[in-house]
């Protein structure tokens, strides 16, 4: 079956709200006749400058993190209602930086994810292992208990509004790529997991993004494996010379 592309950026904590404009409105232009599927995730901050440059254009609007509550005393969070008010059409769940720098575990994930998903929004929920997990023989083990415990309690009628990135985390922002072979097997895993979950339809349905310093000059072998279908693209998402090219891979 053929799956669309989707291509994503997170921008992480970069960017002032000038720089952030300046991006966006080359983006809209670099990729009004791209063939895929497109998004950008800046700071809460620059969500409301981002979100009127590209209404009405193929680029959707992405938060990258969410509170697991709807709303209250929770200093310093910001929450699902906040961001559907800025225009935000998806949220990045489960990032490594969230698990792992600041101590999110699969249970608070799951919950922002059933929370996000009971808003309407689209989720993409991050997944991949750690080095010595890599090196111990785990990696499967590591993704699959962090797909199965992010989508607990997740029906299959909102699995349509669910992507997965596989983001290997000895791949992220080091410059090191998985192998189109290697990345492309934990996706046919995953993608296996979510047929055990969901049965064969819904996997076969599934998009699941790589990420880990995705370039230009990478993109098109990885888009190549069959289980690959789009990117969620770190550090070359801030710059439109280089979100462009792989956004528009051939
Ligand atoms: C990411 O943080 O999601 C990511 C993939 O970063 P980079 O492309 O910089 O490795």
């Not at 064969?200 to 998009?207: F, L, R, T």
């Not at 230009?216 to 494996?225: H, I, T, V």
Request: hydrophobic share 40%.
């Amino acid at each position: 079956m053929s799956r669309p592309y989707y291509i994503a950026g997170n921008w992480k904590m970069h960017k002032t709200r000038s720089e952030a404009a300046e991006l966006t409105e080359t983006l809209v232009k670099e990729l009004k006749d791209g063939k895929h599927k497109y998004l950008v995730a800046p700071s809460f901050t620059l969500l409301e400058t981002v979100a009127p440059i590209i209404r009405g254009t193929n680029i959707l609007l992405g938060a990258q993190n969410c509170a697991p509550e709807e709303q209250g005393a929770h200093t310093g969070e910001v929450s699902v209602l906040q961001l559907k008010d800025l225009g935000v059409q998806t949220i990045i769940l489960g990032h490594s930086e969230r698990r792992h720098n600041y101590k999110e575990d699969d249970a608070l994930i799951n919950k922002k994810v059933k929370l996000a998903l009971q808003h309407g929004f689209e989720v993409i929920l991050c997944v991949g292992e750690l080095l010595e997990e890599r090196e111990a023989g785990k990696a499967e083990a590591v993704c699959e208990t962090q797909t199965v415990k992010g989508l607990e309690g997740v029906d299959v009628v909102n699995l349509n509004r669910v992507v997965i990135a596989y983001e290997p985390v000895w791949a992220i922002g080091t410059g090191k790529t998985a192998t189109p072979e290697d990345a492309d097997a934990i996706h046919a895993y995953v993608r296996k997991v979510i047929a055990k979950l969901y049965g064969d339809p819904a996997a076969e349905k599934m998009i699941i993004q790589y990420g880990g310093s995705v370039k230009p000059d990478n993109a098109a072998q990885l888009m190549a494996k069959e289980n690959i279908d789009g990117a969620l693209v770190g550090g070359a998402a801030l710059k439109a010379d280089t979100f462009a090219p792989i956004a528009k891979f051939a």
